[in-house]
């Protein structure tokens, strides 16, 4: 059975006057926050949270720290699994572009940062559970994030991905709360102090499945590590104004969405587990509906199963079990090369 199985890219500008399209999984944290009567008042502060972080940490050169503002722009990538025109949004992520107002150009920012999927909706919320409520205190299928690890790396494979970004996403996220983190000597002068865990989580699993690996950084002014999960080499492949990227855009969001970690008022320890029940901690003046959240993810992964698992369930099977990662690369690769 063959497959198309093509690519596109969309692009939507995250600003005050954004609103999410159609096929943007409600649970994505800017979405959830372009909702309802404060959108435009919790677009403007995330905006400015962002900024206001990027140039506290990009400080050289920098006295009135105005230096530099972000601009986020949606990264949407569809699949058209048959050839027939009928796309499924199966990747989000963020693409950040800095502005240096004082040289007065556009700089490349990380692509990344936050990460989107309906199919990871579908396997912690749908395939998970059921598991779990059919075999209560095993650990996940074997097979468990299979596809999804193949569906993300066949798209940083495509013709799409490639010709429009030069470098491996970075997905920044948040420390689990079921794990406990040490924090080590290793100190970066951008990413901050390194943090080792105690285990792997059942995420770091699943993004390890997608080809990426985790590394944990508190930044200077930070309060908590955040998870940077890549390919590569973290520390060399990307310029400190990259890193500062990713990590003011995210640290935002988490300021947001997780106070009890990343806004809380005291610093992680040199032995630190998360906590969602802490108490002593600060606000955000931005509205967000994490119950909400919650809910929509249940309901996102059932609509995964009914709109992509189900209709394409033999052929995206088929196609997981005869793709190879490293084949794609080498034959997308020499594509590339020709085509330059």
Avoid at 62 to 69: I, K, V
Avoid at 182 to 198: A, C, F, M, S, W
Avoid at 252 to 280: C, G, H, M, W
């Amino acid at each position: 059975m063959s497959t198309a199985f093509k690519y596109s890219i969309k692009k939507i500008r995250f600003d005050e006057n954004y609103e999410p399209a159609d096929s943007t999984r409600l649970t994505t944290n800017f979405a959830n926050l372009a909702r309802g009567e404060q959108r435009q008042e919790n677009l403007r502060k995330t905006l400015r949270m962002i900024n206001n972080r990027f140039n506290t940490l990009a400080h050289w050169d920098n006295p009135n720290a105005d230096r530099y503002s972000v601009e986020v722009d949606i990264i949407s990538a569809n699949l058209d699994v048959e050839g027939n025109g009928d796309t499924f949004p199966v990747i989000e992520t963020l693409q950040t572009t800095i502005v240096d107002h004082k040289e007065n150009k556009r700089i490349d920012g990380m692509i990344g940062n936050s990460f989107s999927s309906y199919v990871r909706d579908y396997d912690f919320s749908v395939v998970l559970l059921d598991h779990f409520a059919k075999n209560p205190g095993t650990p996940p299928p074997e097979d468990f994030g299979d596809l999804h690890g193949k569906l993300f790396q066949s798209l940083l494979n495509s013709e799409a991905y490639q010709s429009e970004f030069n470098k491996q996403p970075v997905i920044c996220l948040s420390v689990s709360t079921s794990k406990t983190y040490e924090r080590t000597t290793n100190q970066h002068p951008i990413l901050g102090v390194e943090y080792k865990q105690d285990e792997y989580s059942l995420t770091d699993d699943y993004f390890h499945k997608m080809g990426l690996t985790v590394r944990y950084f508190m930044p200077a002014g930070s309060v908590a590590p955040l998870a940077f999960y890549f390919a590569g080499d973290l520390l060399s492949d990307y310029t400190d104004l990259e890193l500062i990227s990713a990590i003011s855009t995210m640290e935002t969001f988490q300021k947001i969405y997780r106070p009890e970690i990343y806004n809380a008022n005291s610093t992680a320890a040199q032995v630190y587990q998360p906590s969602l029940k802490y108490q002593d901690y600060s606000l955000t003046q931005i509205v967000y509906d994490r119950e909400e959240r919650s809910q929509m993810a249940v309901k996102q992964g059932k609509f995964t199963e009914e709109a992509f698992i189900k209709p394409y369930q033999d052929i995206l099977e088929a196609w997981a079990a005869k793709y190879n990662v490293a084949e794609a690369a080498d034959t997308n690769a020499v594509a590339n090369k020709h085509a330059a």
